[in-house]
């Protein structure tokens, strides 16, 4: 059963840090290019950074520069460091394959539960 766990939010002031974390479960890691999306209040879903099966990085603009992606294929995980937070940086961000290529048990795309970034002083 595919399974994707987030961990490693939680609230920061503007310009601090946070490491995420999404460990795969279920085959879903394997030598799939694997990515984390974030989604604030009234917008729509967005990618924010992907890393291959050979850890080739690309990121949103948004966020280059500030965000490193990483992944440990031994241990089918994925992280996400963010540096120089801003609150605009604010939202759920979950991880997934890049792009999302699995299906839930409704027929819908596969999401994990995410997991709340908050940016505030």
């Known amino acids: 059963q595919v399974q994707l766990v987030e961990s490693g939010g939680g609230l920061v002031q503007p310009g601090g840090s946070l490491r995420l974390s999404c460990v795969a479960s279920?085959?879903?890691?394997?030598?799939?290019?694997m990515g984390w999306y974030r989604q604030a209040p009234g917008k729509q879903r967005e990618l924010v950074a992907t890393?291959?099966?050979?850890?080739?990085?690309n990121y949103a603009d948004s966020v280059k520069g500030r965000f490193t992606i990483s992944r440990d294929n031994a241990e089918n995980t994925v992280y996400l460091q963010m540096n120089s937070l801003k609150p605009e940086d604010t939202a759920v961000y979950y991880c997934?394959?890049?792009?999302?290529?699995?299906?839930?048990?409704?027929?819908?795309?596969?999401w994990g539960q995410g997991i709340q970034v908050t940016v505030s002083s």
């Open positions: 279920g085959g879903i890691f394997g030598g799939n290019a």
């Open positions: 890393i291959t099966s050979g850890s080739r990085t």
């Open positions: 997934n394959t890049a792009p999302p290529s699995y299906s839930n048990r409704y027929g819908g795309v596969y």
